[in-house]
């Protein structure tokens, strides 16, 4: 009892993360992606773009662009507009403007894995086999399986006004390239040097070596394992040496057809045929 009265009353005076409840307002630009295909590092990028005098670091990220399941409702509502927030949710019609980031979800359970051995959700000695049937299944996100949340906005907002559908391993290859693609969609005036030097701030090795001083600032890091990384190895693909074929085929049969139309490679050759298999009949047309 005495708990739902505090609860309340956090409420009331706003001192709650309102999460999937929060207020939205029609000139807010949501970044929206499945947990661990680099929102992160894309909350990054774009504070650096928009505020290209600051110095942002793993302390003040989240007061930059905010994100609903750790900012309390109070600081929220008093956010400059308009507002960058961060995202995990799965589709939200409310949701005006979305920056949607994908990954390779074989990469996706890799790195979901050790982060949550990093806040020791999961020990070490944990099947990998395990987890990756129990990440399929949509039992180690609150947000569900991976191919629920991609389609949850795939299937809604793609090809629509204000949407920008990105992938995590094209942001690895060419991240100017994909961060212009951001500030247009923004309406941010940038330059080729506004955009190199948002990168170069942004960079994996800049960001690990803030995360050495700054781990106990940030909320998916504080008091958490400091012998696994935060920022790993910010690479697209490792999964190939990862998990083994089983483990990956999994994935396969499973989202066959989204893999397939994001422009992921397939594990075995026949994998194209279980994409055509599963094909989901509303993606039409290219995914760009």
């Not at 690895?172 to 309406?187: H, N, P, Q």
Request: aromatic fraction near 10%; proline fraction near 6%.
């Amino acid at each position: 009892m005495l708990k739902r009265v505090i609860a309340g009353v956090e409420r009331v005076l706003g001192h709650h993360a309102p999460g999937r409840n929060l207020a939205v307002f029609p000139d807010d630009t949501f970044l929206v992606s499945y947990p661990k295909s680099g929102n992160t590092w894309a909350r990054f990028l774009i504070a650096n773009l928009v505020r290209p005098n600051e110095k942002i670091d793993f302390s003040n990220v989240n007061r930059m662009i905010p994100g609903p399941e750790v900012t309390r409702n109070r600081e929220l509502m008093r956010t400059p507009r308009p507002r960058i927030i961060k995202s995990h949710q799965y589709f939200d019609p409310r949701y005006p403007r979305v920056i949607y980031i994908v990954r390779d979800p074989r990469d996706v359970v890799v790195s979901q894995y050790h982060f949550q051995r990093k806040r020791n959700v999961v020990a070490d000695q944990y099947p990998l086999s395990e987890y990756v049937g129990r990440f399929v299944a949509g039992q180690t996100s609150f947000y569900g399986s991976w191919g629920e949340h991609v389609a949850s906005w795939l299937a809604t907002r793609h090809g629509r006004p204000g949407f920008l559908l990105l992938r995590y391993e094209d942001m690895v290859e060419d991240t100017a390239r994909e961060l212009t693609k951001i500030a247009s969609f923004l309406g941010v005036s940038a330059t080729p040097e506004t955009i190199a030097h948002a990168v170069e701030r942004s960079s994996a090795d800049r960001m690990r070596t803030l995360e050495k001083s700054q781990a106990q600032l940030f909320t998916s890091t504080k008091n958490t394992r400091q012998d696994i990384p935060f920022v790993r190895a910010a690479k697209a693909g490792g999964w190939r040496s990862a998990l083994p074929e089983d483990l990956a085929l999994q994935l396969d049969h499973a989202w066959g057809h989204l893999i397939q139309w994001l422009g992921y490679e397939p594990v075995l050759a026949n994998g194209s045929k279980i994409a055509e298999d599963q094909h989901a009949s509303f993606f039409v047309g290219p995914r760009s």
